[in-house]
């Protein structure tokens, strides 16, 4: 039975689907991902353009426990691409961040960037 993406891992299909190169090759990279060895196969670096296809195969090839971890992680990411989320971020940036960092934050291209690069 072939599994559906949509299904099985929204939201790590959005980010899959929506996210920019960079960011996403920073979201595999990320230390919350240390102890997962077999993502490695999918990593990739951001000017990789195989690599996108490679980590996107995950979604058909892994079963969703393993993808488990990553789903959870993508879930927070595109939870704060809402209203209310963007709120928290920018209100968040404001006071947190140094100024160079937080207009880094507030120039990217969309809600889903912007969360993705204050994961990252």
């Not at 102890?35 to 996107?56: H, K, T, V």
């Not at 691409?81 to 968040?92: H, P, Y």
């Amino acid at each position: 039975m072939v599994r559906a993406p949509t299904k099985t891992c929204p939201n790590l299909f959005r980010l899959l689907n929506d996210a920019e190169h960079s960011l996403l090759s920073a979201f595999f990279q990320s230390r919350s991902f240390g102890r997962l060895d077999w993502l490695e196969n999918y990593q990739f670096e951001p000017d990789d353009d195989e690599g996108l296809a490679s980590a996107a195969s995950m979604l058909h090839q892994e079963n969703k426990d393993r993808l488990g971890p990553l789903e959870a992680e993508a879930s927070r990411i595109v939870t704060l691409t809402s209203d209310r989320g963007q709120f928290v971020l920018e209100g968040l940036a404001r006071t947190k961040l140094e100024p160079e960092r937080c207009r880094t934050l507030m120039n990217q291209r969309d809600q889903l960037a912007r969360s993705l690069w204050a994961y990252t």
